[in-house]
């Protein structure tokens, strides 16, 4: 499965840009956050670094074992070796030696570092500064980000070169773009224009492609260019789009992935097509549009002819479903997402701020909720997560992300929400954990056909790590970089526990708390610069 080396990049081949194309792409760049500092954070990579006395999550899906000792030299696993049996004194001479640096991890658990499929770095509004997603991200274990996209096209392949190279403290960057950003043409309104922008898209160091419900024309020309060309596919089959462009339609035209759930009940209605919105609906009201979404709930039958031949057709098409639960989930309770415990140190002022009710920024829309909204909301997880079930019991594959930085959901923190609602829907908590580490690396290496390199424990694996200090297979909040509580029978006290203690990305290793302090000191920096508030 895993190559000796790392797999190598095929370089952009840059296209030469006309005046007035640079002066298009300065102007996309202004949203973009700055980009992050070029400063070396983390110890590593060593020569040979050995975890001792670990319990490995392989990230496949099957309970901890161990101890053992996990050796790393450079950015590979090299070795992964039994040192004993749990409760049973570890004998050291069965241990690796040779270490040039070493890890004391007993009792300590070691998983794969999370992937998460659906992101965006942010813009000036939210976050000024990229370093702040970045820190978010690993501090909760997260060594691999999609962009779909993190922000301009030029902003994200050079991101993603400086995170390759470890010049900046940030996960993997994978960089998916919507159809004709970056190229100074705007978007594409012929077939023939579609495949010369995806063609373009290739050669300047795009992965992939995050689409909408094109009009299907154009879509089958984007899917079609980009398999050949190898370039991976998801799309968000928005309300506008998916009368003509369902998740069944989409998927039969080699869509390789949906992304949130547009898409999914369309393909599955009992007596419509289209969703039977009210007659005086705007959808550029988002109140409106995700208050109404979630009635859906009720157009579906589940377990019906219909429910169960489009999840056969979605097994046979080896689609992948990303729902991102977490984006969300504020409907269903807009004073749990509103008062979550993280916002007061974790979630800096101006990303506070886009979040807070209003009409223009995007998912600010709770201007006069209800508890009919959030009945609404309840009911339609109920069936969607039913149905993710359904398919993931089929051997359907099923990811983990987070589409944070909307609607309260604050990075990091978000991505970790998702494996709690996986557990909600009823995958067994290995099979949560996979979501977001093996399965997450299939997708993303399926369109180029490569072997995958993160995503599971394994000799030959990249050394993209995380180590807790705590079981999340018993309880999957350890992994909130902010940790747990629970009482201490003993002392009476309530004590935090768990909590990500290393992120190793690339062999190189970050104590997580100390990236949560560097993020704490952001929000601070801003209260200061406002006088406090």
Avoid at 370 to 393: C, I, P
Wanted: neutral net charge; proline residues 6%; hydrophobic residues 35%.
């Amino acid at each position: 499965m895993f190559s000796s080396a790392a797999q190598a990049r095929p370089k952009a081949q840059t296209a030469p840009v006309d005046p007035a194309v640079q002066a298009r792409l300065a102007g996309e760049r202004r949203e973009d956050p700055a980009p992050a500092p070029a400063k070396r954070e983390g110890e590593g990579p060593f020569q040979r670094l050995i975890i001792r006395g670990v319990n490995v999550i392989d990230g496949y899906g099957s309970a901890p074992r161990g101890p053992v000792d996990v050796v790393v030299e450079g950015n590979r696993i090299a070795q992964i070796v039994s040192v004993g049996y749990p409760k049973v004194k570890i004998d050291p001479a069965k241990r690796p030696t040779g270490a040039t640096k070493e890890i004391d991890a007993n009792g300590m658990y070691l998983m794969p570092g999370l992937i998460d499929l659906h992101v965006h770095q942010g813009t000036q509004q939210k976050a000024p500064e990229s370093e702040y997603y970045n820190k978010l991200w690993l501090a909760h274990g997260i060594t691999t980000v999609r962009g779909v996209p993190f922000a301009s096209f030029d902003y994200s392949v050079k991101e993603r070169a400086r995170s390759e190279k470890n010049e900046i403290t940030a996960p993997r960057y994978v960089v998916y773009q919507r159809p004709g950003t970056g190229w100074g043409r705007g978007t594409p309104r012929t077939p023939d224009v579609a495949r010369e922008w995806v063609r373009w898209a290739k050669a300047n160091g795009a992965d992939g492609l995050k689409l909408g419900a094109e009009r299907p024309d154009l879509m089958q020309a984007y899917l079609d260019e980009a398999k050949k060309l190898g370039l991976g596919t998801t799309a968000h089959l928005q309300q506008g789009g998916v009368a003509q462009v369902n998740g069944d339609v989409a998927t039969a035209m080699g869509l390789e992935a949906i992304t949130h759930f547009y898409g999914v009940f369309e393909s599955m209605y009992d007596n419509n097509q289209v969703q039977p919105w009210p007659l005086d609906a705007n959808l550029q009201d988002e109140q409106t549009r995700f208050g109404q979404v979630a009635r859906q709930w009720s157009l579906v039958t589940p377990r019906s002819e219909k429910w169960n031949r489009f999840l056969k057709n979605l097994k046979d098409r080896d689609v992948t479903l990303d729902p991102t639960m977490t984006t969300y989930l504020t409907g269903r309770d807009v004073n749990h997402r509103m008062y979550a415990p993280w916002h007061e140190k974790y979630t800096i002022p101006t990303q506070r701020d886009f979040y807070l009710s209003n009409r223009e920024n995007h998912g600010a829309y709770f201007y006069d909720w209800t508890t009919a909204d959030e009945v609404a909301w309840k009911n339609f997880y109920r069936v969607w997560m039913m149905f993710l079930n359904d398919y993931k019991n089929m051997g359907g594959r099923v990811t983990a992300s987070s589409d944070a930085g909307f609607i309260w959901n604050t990075p990091g923190f978000s991505t970790i929400e998702e494996l709690e609602l996986l557990q909600e829907a009823g995958f067994y908590p290995g099979e949560a954990i996979r979501a977001g580490t093996y399965h997450a690396a299939v997708a993303l290496n399926k369109p180029t056909g490569l072997p995958i390199e993160r995503g599971v424990v394994e000799p030959g694996a990249l050394a993209d790590l995380v180590i807790v200090d705590a079981n999340p297979f018993t309880n999957l909040k350890v992994l909130y970089g902010t940790g747990w509580q629970r009482l201490n029978d003993e002392t009476g006290k309530v004590e935090t526990y768990g909590g990500v203690k290393y992120t190793i990305k690339d062999g190189i290793v970050y104590d997580a708390k100390k990236l949560l302090a560097d993020i704490e000191e952001m929000g601070n920096a801003q209260r200061r610069a406002r006088g406090g508030k």
